[in-house]
């Protein structure tokens, strides 16, 4: 079967605005003085996008005091009278919950190092250095360590768990040698098996009911 050439149709579930390019009202009128009427139109679809909107929010409180009393009438209120401070992820930092999605789907799932991310900030005139995001990467890291349990709990449900290990070099790390290597392993459970079995690049653990066998 002979592929068709032309380009791919864009997908019915990408959000679309339409834009109207109609006659002048003149033009719509017959040389014999009747109203023209439609009777069909035609259709072309491109794709738009449009780029990340950067802008900074500043976050003001009000301070209220009373000019009479200053404050004797009602003691048991502070003086000054203003609204507690919004929580962030990360306090007293820049970023903004927004602003650490953005930085860590595009060094994860867009491959984009920090020094490619911290260029592309500096042609925005924005300064965001490399060292901020990495500091970012580990406050992320410590804010969502308690849900390593719960997530390996789920995958433990299963019947069946696997185990895919990927192999990275990390430049520093305490007591490591230069020549070795860590890892970076994955899971997946299936509730549709009876065993349990775990694929790993350095060995294969499988485990039944009532005994362990471990091969190298």
């Not at 006659?23 to 794709?47: D, F, M």
């Not at 003086?79 to 820049?94: C, D, G, N």
């Not at 930085?103 to 020094?115: A, S």
Request: glycine residues 4%; contains cysteine.
């Amino acid at each position: 079967i002979r592929r068709k050439c032309g380009r791919k149709p864009i997908d019915d579930s990408t959000p679309t605005k339409q834009i109207y390019h109609d006659i002048p009202e003149e033009e719509k009128t017959c040389a014999c003085g009747c109203k023209l009427k439609k009777v069909g139109e035609n259709s072309t679809k491109r794709l738009r996008i449009i780029p990340a909107k950067m802008y900074a929010i500043e976050d003001i409180y009000p301070k209220y005091a009373c000019p009479d009393c200053e404050g004797s009438g009602d003691e048991d209120k502070p003086v000054f009278r203003q609204v507690p401070a919004v929580k962030y992820l990360i306090p007293k930092s820049i970023a903004t919950s927004e602003l650490l999605a953005y930085t860590m789907t595009n060094k994860f799932c867009e491959h984009l190092p920090f020094y490619r991310q911290e260029k592309a900030f500096e042609r925005r005139c924005i300064t965001v250095t490399r060292a901020d995001m990495s500091n970012w990467q580990e406050q992320i890291y410590k804010r969502l360590k308690p849900m390593d349990k719960l997530i390996m709990n789920h995958i433990k449900s299963g019947n069946t768990m696997n185990m895919d290990e990927t192999t990275v070099k990390v430049l520093k790390y305490k007591n490591q040698n230069d020549n070795e290597k860590s890892s970076l392993p994955s899971y997946s459970y299936n509730k549709l098996k009876e065993k349990i079995k775990i694929s790993c690049i350095k060995k294969e653990i499988l485990m039944k009911k009532g005994e362990n066998l471990i091969s190298p």
